[in-house]
């Protein structure tokens, strides 16, 4: 499977969260809804986890 990633700067928090993450598809959408929920304070749900997958994109070279 191809891995995908998520970078939190691509998104406006109030944090200033610069997190990257990726790896396996299923195995980032588990570890972004940890982090978003811990961090970001977004409550899980099915729309959540959408909106993550959308969020996701090809990885920097190399990661």
Not at 1 to 16: E, F, H, L, N, Q
């Amino acid at each position: 499977m191809a891995r995908k990633a998520t970078d939190c700067r691509d998104t406006p928090s109030v944090s200033g969260c610069s997190l990257y993450m990726s790896g396996e598809e299923e195995e980032l959408v588990r570890a972004a809804v940890q982090h978003v929920v811990s961090v970001h304070e977004h409550t899980d749900t099915p729309e959540l986890r959408e909106e993550i997958r959308a969020w996701m994109k090809e990885p920097l070279p190399g990661t």
